[in-house]
C-alpha cells in the first residue's frame, strides 16, 4: 500500500479519534489512527507522517514513553501529546519527554487546529470559518 498520512493519532477512544480525523481531514489533512503503541511504531505512516498526536494515557506504553521513542527514531517528528488530566507538571513531562506541544482534554476544534498549524508551520493558514 502506497499511502501517505500527515498525522498519526495514537488514542485509545475511537470517538476522540474520529473527532480529531473529521476536523484534520476538513482542513485537507490526512490523518491514520491507532489505538496503542505497538500499533503506532507497527504502523507504515509512521515513517513519512508530520505529526503525531499521542493520548498520554494508553494501555501498555504511556504517551511519555512513546514521544521518547519516538524522539530518537525521527528527531525532527513534531509530537504533540494530549491528555484529560492536565496540570502544568503533567505539560512540564510532556515537554521533558519530548513532545513538541500539548493539548489538554476536552478542547475543541479551534484549539486543535491552532496547535496543529502552529507545529506543521502552518500559522498563515487562515481557519475555513474564516471566509470572506
Partial sequence: ???RWDVLVVDD???????IRLVLEQEGLSVAR????????????????????????LPGWSG???ARDLRRRR???PIVLITGFATSAI???ALEAGATAFLAKPFDDTELLQVVRQVLGLT???PKENGP
Fill in 34 to 57: 491507532v489505538p496503542d503503541a505497538e500499533s503506532a511504531f507497527a504502523h507504515p505512516g509512521l515513517a513519512t507522517c508530520r505529526l503525531v498526536l499521542c493520548d498520554i494515557m
Fill in 13 to 19: 477512544e475511537p470517538v476522540v479519534c474520529d473527532a
Fill in 64 to 66: 511519555f514513553d512513546v
Fill in 1 to 3: 500500500m502506497n499511502e
Fill in 75 to 77: 528527531p525532527d517528528l
Fill in 91 to 93: 505539560a512540564e513531562q
Fill in 124 to 126: 498563515d493558514v487562515a
